[in-house]
């Protein structure tokens, strides 16, 4: 053994660079406008130049509607994953397997419980980032369990649609839910308990076909899509130009699909003062806007 084979090199840390996070900045999809994503989550995802209502993840829209932004989530019970065995050029567990790992949520729907203005009420919210927000059985499920929720305890319901329709990996049982939701929201109605339908940026397909379209009351966010076939669709269609403003939740206002039209940072306002007078209960809670001075 000679002095070559007892020398040890020196200990190099490896050099890396700092990775940079890829969601630093978020493009506003109507003016082009590039936000730093950290203002726009305290901004409640509404562009700060053109004024657009960009699609807001669900925990962060029940944090804003929810007095002090406390709510239960509820389980849902498990159902069969792939029930038709469907695969297209991918697997339809291994396309719920990615969703799940990229969302943190079982399926598109999530159904919470807590007080609005100090009024208990359930509310089902659909995640477009989930597929599309596509209503398969576990969406279906989730509508039918808020509303037995809200049954039991006598509270108001109120769902928050934004799905591209219906979930084509579930075939014929997608379109039950059509069904199935309807019926459901029909009971609650039927016991006299309110019914509020949101409706956010896209409501489309079975989703407006079905429960969307059946409250008492529709809210619907400024500037939202609201239909059921596209535009594009409807067009070549009929082989005529659409009127300006089609489908978006002015136009349905104007022509009387809808009741009220908000932006989101008055929403929570408007839901309090529409419980408040459905339920003839007076609200704890006045506006959000005092909460926030």
Not at 124 to 142: K, L
């Amino acid at each position: 053994m000679n002095w070559l084979s007892d020398f040890v090199r020196p200990k190099i840390k490896k050099i890396t660079t700092k990775e940079i996070a890829d969601n630093l900045w978020t493009k506003c999809p109507q003016c082009g406008q590039m936000l730093y994503t950290k203002e726009l989550e305290k901004n409640d995802f509404v562009c700060s130049y053109c004024d657009h209502h960009l699609r807001m993840p669900i925990l962060k829209r029940f944090e804003m509607i929810f007095d002090n932004s406390e709510y239960k989530l509820i389980t849902l019970p498990k159902l069969q994953e792939d029930p038709l065995n469907f695969k297209d050029s991918k697997k339809y567990t291994d396309r719920l397997r990615s969703y799940r790992k990229a969302t943190g949520a079982e399926d598109a729907i999530r159904v919470a419980q807590g007080e609005i203005g100090g009024i208990t009420c359930v509310i089902a919210a659909i995640d477009f980032s989930f597929m599309g927000g596509s209503m398969g059985t576990v969406v279906g499920e989730g509508i039918v369990k808020a509303g037995e929720l809200a049954m039991r305890g006598n509270y108001p319901l109120i769902t928050i649609a934004a799905s591209g329709g219906a979930r084509m990996q579930e075939g014929i049982l997608s379109l039950m839910q059509m069904a199935r939701t309807t019926a459901a929201v029909n009971l609650v109605k039927e016991k006299g308990l309110p019914f509020i339908s949101i409706l956010t940026d896209p409501t489309t397909g079975g989703v407006s076909a079905s429960f969307a379209m059946l409250g008492d009351i529709h809210i619907a966010e400024k500037g939202c899509v609201i239909g059921f076939a596209g535009a594009r669709v409807i067009e070549q269609t009929i082989r005529e130009k659409l009127p300006e403003g089609f489908q978006r939740a002015e136009y349905l206002k104007e022509h009387g699909m809808v009741d009220i039209v908000t932006k989101r940072i008055e929403l929570r306002d408007t839901l309090i003062r529409v419980i408040s007078i459905l339920t003839h209960q007076k609200p704890k809670i006045k506006t959000l806007a005092l909460e926030r001075k």
